[in-house]
Antibody, heavy 121, light 107 residues
Framework: QVQLVQSGAEVKKPGASVNVSCKAS????????ISWVRQAPGQGLEWVGQ????????NYAQELQGRVTITADESTGIAFLHLSSLRPDDTAVYYC??????????????WGQGTLVTVSS | EIVLTQSPGTLSLSPGERVTLSCRAS???????LAWYQQKRGQAPRVLIY???SRATGIPDRFSGSGSGTEFTLTISRLEPEDFAVYYC????????FGGGTKVEIK
């Protein structure tokens, strides 16, 4: 059974940075990509970026380039989302999700439970 | 970037009705690389359909997907009470993008 377990809610001030973690079973990381998707309150889904832990290959949404970094530690099965220079409109639930199969781009077959990041002064 | 437009924004329906949701892409989605997700309040999305028409594991056969190129459809043949939720399409033919969602609510 694939499980993705995320870290707890965060409250940050504008300009600060946040790290969100996503713990997966070791099998989940093998040759699979992990994506991050966010959802602002009452809004739709927005792809943030992804990493293929086996190769270290990263891709990011253009709107967040320069502020977002995704890393992964294969030995522990943990992926990390780092978002810097936080703004109030970064307030959202952040989900990690496994990319199905062994493709760079594919649908998401398993999701974490979500982590609420609140940016407020 | 491929922009996905879903319509309508909200549908008010009764259990037992048939529903058709639309997802239109700004550019052709290669090889039908389009998925549909269901999201209930307070939960993570769940994949229903991938490859435009393949049902994901455990998804009831009242859910079906069709389409190609720039026009895609999700059909629920007969709405069950647990189907009232928000539905998103996602393309993964060129990077990843999501549609804005369609809310299916109880009439």
């Amino acid at each position: 059974q694939v499980q993705l377990v995320q870290s707890g809610a965060e409250v940050k001030k504008p300009g600060a940075s946040v790290n969100v973690s996503c713990k997966a079973s070791r099998d989940t990381f093998t040759d699979s990509a992990i994506s991050w998707v966010r959802q602002a309150p009452g809004q739709g889904l927005e792809w943030v970026g992804q990493i293929i832990p086996s190769f270290g290959t990263e891709n990011y949404a253009q709107e967040l380039q320069g502020r977002v970094t995704i890393t992964a530690d294969e030995s522990t099965g943990i992926a990390f989302l780092h978002l810097s220079s936080l703004r109030p409109d970064d307030t959202a639930v952040y989900y990690c999700a496994r990319v199905a199969g062994h493709l760079t781009w594919n649908y998401f077959d398993y999701w974490g439970q979500g982590t609420l990041v609140t940016v407020s002064s | 970037e491929i922009v996905l437009t879903q319509s309508p924004g909200t549908l008010s329906l009764s259990p037992g009705e048939r529903v058709t949701l639309s997802c239109r892409a700004s550019h052709s989605v290669s090889s039908g690389r389009l998925a549909w997700y269901q999201q209930k309040r307070g939960q993570a999305p769940r994949v229903l359909i991938y490859g435009a028409s393949s049902r994901a594991t455990g998804i009831p056969d009242r859910f079906s997907g069709s389409g190609s190129g720039t026009e895609f459809t999700l059909t629920i043949s007969r709405l069950e009470p647990e189907d009232f939720a928000v539905y998103y399409c996602q393309q993964y033919g060129s990077s990843v993008s999501f549609g804005g969602g369609t809310k299916v609510e109880i009439k």
